[in-house]
């Protein structure tokens, strides 16, 4: 099954995704992991896009969908895949229909108050990448690493203001998204507020 995976930032989109790859025995791919493992091979589009990324700038459209060409002819991904992160715009969307076939697009449906509560809860330990949040999952001890007891902080694009840009982004650019594949008739919409393993259940069953 082919599936593409669209959500605001927060909404557990990439969660969800790892989990019913595993399950399902077929390759999660976003783009961030995508340009990596592209450059890590050294291929062409992958050298590109490093050249790209290392002057700051953002990695264009064409170079993106070509990307994401060549990731779909990889061997692993010919019984299925998940695309979370792609695509993003109508145009990449258009693109994609031109050389893959996307079974069910599932849209991750979150209120905008939940999601600023969630992702401006989260505290990071930056040493080790471990992640708290100060309601759902907070430290034992208030702001400090339960590991370490070394101080936690809190991402810049965590913030709330930061947060409420990323959102007002996701819904000039991704949201439109849901229309497209909603005149398709391939969009699942799921409610992504509950707990996870809830999420998940409701996934499956829409899935099924």
Avoid: C, W
């Avoid at 969630?118 to 001890?141: A, C, D, Q, T």
């Amino acid at each position: 099954m082919n599936l593409v995976f669209l959500g605001p930032p927060g909404a557990g989109k990439g969660t969800m995704a790892s989990r019913l790859a595993e399950e399902m025995g077929i390759p999660h791919i976003s783009t961030g992991d995508m340009f990596r493992a592209a450059m890590a091979k050294g291929t062409e589009l992958g050298l590109k896009a490093k050249a790209i990324m290392e002057a700051g700038d953002l990695v264009p459209d064409e170079l993106t969908i070509a990307m994401v060409r060549e990731r779909l002819q990889e061997s692993d991904a010919q019984n299925g895949y998940i695309l979370d992160g792609f695509p993003r715009t109508i145009p990449q969307a258009e693109a994609l229909h031109g050389f893959a076939t996307i079974d069910r697009a599932v849209r991750f449906e979150v209120a905008e108050e939940s999601l600023v509560k969630r992702l401006s809860g989260r505290r990071v330990h930056k040493p080790s990448g471990r992640i708290y949040h100060v309601e759902f999952s907070p430290p034992k001890e208030p702001g400090k690493d339960d590991v370490t007891g070394e101080p936690l902080i809190q991402r810049d694009d965590d913030k709330e203001e930061a947060i409420r840009n990323r959102l007002k982004v996701y819904h000039e650019q991704t949201a439109p998204l849901v229309s497209y594949y909603e005149a398709k008739g391939i969009l699942t919409t799921i409610d992504a507020s509950p707990e996870p393993d809830t999420v998940y259940e409701s996934l499956k069953k829409a899935l099924a």
